[in-house]
């Protein structure tokens, strides 16, 4: 507001140099009397591109929009979110009922849960090709049925990319990019990039893309979609939290710096590349030996490690299933013993308390599974630790060889678990209560007392310390895996520290080998440089060219007397234990009722169908026995059970489907 209405390039961190409004008023005066001294023709004037001057899109309240874009989110949801849980707890509850618990039920569950990976997988091509097609570099109208298409189509591939985190590192997660349309080398390494339509993405042999990189062939502008090109030439490197925007062109051997954007079709800042240094000679030596490694450690992947994290994630749908079984006997003790004097009491509350079994059972177990596997099988992951080809690998001996494997797949599959959607989703109802710090702890993390956590996202837990009243922002990732410098395929494990009632605000990322000194503040998206020390009591925010920028220190001295009085009682009253208790309580419990909502939808559902049945047939339910071993049975009403089933299903999915639109709607009324 005050670059507009003075016409000052003010900038962007002003609010932390001048953190009062008298400070800031004194600065705005400064800069608007050192503009009115400037010569006439010296005058500032705001730069217009005339390309973008003029707003060239549709309306975005066209009923066609409207339309699309409410049905779209409704089909997204149900199709991505809904779908894939649905077919695994169909396929466990058919099995169950057909079977029982028998010793093949956690093999059975395995191939279900990769089967839904494929499913997701393959579904998400076919729409992409039926709905969108190939996309073409252009510029087409906002709201349009170009852009339509395409942002349907990019709602499907982000829920998809989520879904398909177990993939990462793996030549799957490339083949699957090729299906969507995106030239990728078989040689090039990528953890999780999320690609925005592919068919303009070509990534050439060598290149490596590190966690959390973005590489968007599209941007809204002046009414307009934009969509252009995007080259990424051999053996580029696109380190953590990077993005390359549309039109990006990368030299062979650059390197895009951490939480950078690249120089693309609207330019951008200098300073984002670095070229990368050529290998020596022992290097290259050993560089014929890391490409053997590393195809073998993707058949590993494929082979073992992919079934692996299949079988971890069936498990907690047989520990609901169990949940549920064990919920269902003690609702008919309590009718036995007497707690339940009605006939149905006891079936209506394990009906209406199924939900609340299905939601935090499943996350419990999850949790649990992640955990026991962390302690069981993964062991530490310690500061020092290499992961990667050993040491002289053209001459080092089998033990050392297959030691080496052995880290980099059990890093590799713990860091499947704990950046899948699923854990992520689970911890979700924990964010700043204690159980998430002690969660943290038994992942192998040093956490103190009254850490207000969000979930942070980190792999190697046994190299992070947190102290003390330390405030997390939402969506903050530690890095402690740093690349060797003389070989850049073997990677070492560095230390975080947080020292006492340091802050990392909302979407910080922290290399390997920080330091945050005591009661010293990271701005929001922070870059927080390999091997940094940030010093005590000090505010740094941003990141350019790879680095962030120190705004000041002794941050605290220059506050007021008395908002330093009442930071002190803030404190206290956070020490009390009363307070904290009391806090994690109302927090735990406001999670418990709110995540059950969405999946009381199907309970509605089929409340309203057994009404319906209920007033047509004179009958409480169907005979599901009779329903399943004679369909064509005749029926009072004068139909058939097998017709009258399937319009109870018609029934009970536009049921469901209503009432879960009224759910998603809810938030927006």
């Given at each position: 507001?005050?670059?507009?209405k ?7 961190t ?40 003029e ?6 309240t ?5 339309i ?5 989110v ?20 058919w ?31 076919v ?19 170009t ?51 592919p068919d ?18 599209a941007h ?10 995007i080259?990424?030439?051999e ?5 953590t ?12 051997r650059?390197?895009?710096l ?10 951008g ?7 990368i ?5 022992e ?20 082979v ?23 919920a ?33 059972a ?18 530490k ?21 297959l ?9 590799w ?18 964010v ?20 207000q ?13 947190i ?13 402690c ?28 990322q ?5 330091t ?34 120190l ?6 001295q ?10 002190l ?30 999946q ?11 009404a319906?049945e ?8 169907l ?10 049975a ?12 399937s ?20 938030p927006?009324?």
């Open positions: 507001m005050c670059r507009k003075f016409n000052i390039d003010l900038p962007g002003t609010m932390y140099t001048h953190s009062t409004v008298k400070r800031l008023a004194a600065q705005v005066d400064l800069m608007v009397a050192e503009r009115a001294a400037l010569p006439a023709g010296e005058q500032l004037v705001p730069l217009v591109n005339d390309e973008y001057a707003y060239k899109g549709y309306s975005c066209s009923p066609m929009a409207l699309f874009q409410f049905f779209g409704i089909l997204v949801d149900l199709l991505q979110d809904f779908g894939p849980q649905a077919f695994c707890y169909v396929a466990l509850g099995a169950y009922y057909e079977y029982g618990i028998t010793w093949w039920m956690p093999l059975f569950m395995t191939a279900m849960s990769l089967a839904e990976l494929f499913v997701v997988a393959v579904f998400t091509v729409v992409k090709w039926l709905v969108l097609g190939r996309c073409k570099k252009g510029s087409y109208p906002l709201w349009g049925l852009h339509l298409r395409w942002w349907l189509v990019d709602r499907f591939m982000n829920d998809a990319f989520n879904l398909l985190g177990l993939l990462a590192e793996t030549p799957i997660l490339a083949a699957w990019y090729r299906l969507l349309g995106a030239k990728i080398s078989g040689k090039a390494r990528l953890n999780h990039p999320k690609l925005c339509t303009l993405v070509d990534i050439r042999a060598g290149v490596e893309a590190h966690r959390e990189v973005t590489i968007g062939c809204v502008y002046g009414g307009m979609l934009h969509l252009d090109h080259v990424l030439g053996e580029c490197e696109l380190e939290g990077s993005y390359v925007t549309p039109g990006t062109n990368l030299p062979p650059t390197r895009l951490p939480m950078s954007t690249s120089e693309g079709r609207l330019g800042l200098p300073g984002t590349t670095e070229p240094a050529p290998l020596s000679a290097a290259e030596k050993e560089k014929v030996f890391a490409l053997r490694f590393a195809s073998q450690q993707d058949l590993l992947r494929v073992l490690g992919l079934p692996w994290m299949g079988f971890v994630f069936a498990l907690p749908y047989l520990g609901s299933l169990m949940s549920l079984k064990y269902h006997q003690l609702c008919k003790i309590f009718h036995k013993e007497g707690l339940m004097s009605q006939d149905n009491s006891w079936g209506l509350f394990f009906y209406v308390f199924c939900p609340v079994i299905i939601t935090h499943y996350s419990v177990f999850v949790v649990a599974v992640v955990v026991l596997q962390k302690r069981l099988l993964i062991g992951l310690a500061p020092g630790l290499e992961l990667g080809p050993p040491r002289n690998c053209h001459e080092c001996t089998t033990s050392a060889w030691r080496a494997h052995c880290d980099t797949m059990r890093h599959m713990h860091a499947r678990c704990v950046t899948s959607r699923v854990f992520e989703h689970s911890l979700e109802p924990l700043n209560s204690e159980l998430l710090s002690g969660i943290h702890r038994l992942l192998g993390a040093k956490v103190g007392r009254r850490v956590s969000d979930n942070f996202k980190a792999v190697e837990h046994d190299c992070i310390t102290e003390d009243f330390v405030v997390f922002g939402s969506v903050v990732t530690m890095n895996d740093s690349p060797c410098p003389e070989a850049p395929w073997r990677r070492v494990l560095k230390p975080i520290v947080l020292q006492r009632a340091s802050n990392c605000l909302d979407h910080s922290l290399m390997p080998g920080v945050v000194g005591e009661a010293a503040v990271l701005g929001t998206r922070t870059l927080a440089h390999q091997d940094g020390c940030f010093p005590p009591d000090s505010i740094s925010t941003g990141a350019v060219s790879g680095r962030s920028v705004l000041r220190t002794e941050a605290s220059s506050a007021p007397p008395k908002d330093r009085a009442e930071e009682r803030v404190m206290r009253q956070l020490d009390s234990s009363f307070t904290w208790i009391s806090f994690n309580l109302a927090q735990i419990l406001s999670a418990f009722l709110a995540y059950v909502l969405p009381f939808a199907w309970v509605i559902a089929t409340d309203l169908v057994f319906m209920a007033s047509l047939n004179d009958e409480s339910h005979n599901v026995q009779h329903m399943g071993h004679a369909d064509t005749p029926d009072p009403t004068g139909s058939t059970v097998g017709e009258t089933v319009e109870y299903w018609m029934i009970w999915f536009a049921a469901f489907f209503a009432i879960e639109v009224g759910l998603l709607c809810w927006w009324c």
